[in-house]
């Protein structure tokens, strides 16, 4: 969670590598520079953040039903 915070780490990178090819492999971005600026915002501004929150409630809500 510590880089879904804006934590600069190795593991940072590798989050933003993945979400850089992500995006390019979805045709939303074509440079890898400009994806993984983008990517990199998405963590800092804890927009990831809040979409791991809301995905987590939302998976533990189906599991008990």
């Known amino acids: ?4 915070s804006g934590e600069r780490s ?3 990178n590798i989050i933003v ?3 850089a090819a ?5 045709t ?3 440079d890898p520079l400009v994806a993984a600026e983008r990517a ?3 963590l800092d501004s804890g ?3 809040t979409l791991l929150i809301r995905f ?5 809500s189906l599991a008990a039903k």
């Open 56 to 60: 987590a409630e939302r998976t533990q």
């Open 22 to 26: 992500a995006l390019i492999a979805a």
């Open 10 to 12: 190795a593991a940072r």
């Open 40 to 42: 990199g915002r998405a």
């Open 47 to 49: 927009e990831t953040a």
């Open 1 to 4: 969670r510590a880089v879904f």
């Open 17 to 19: 590598a993945n979400a």
């Open 28 to 30: 939303a971005e074509t």
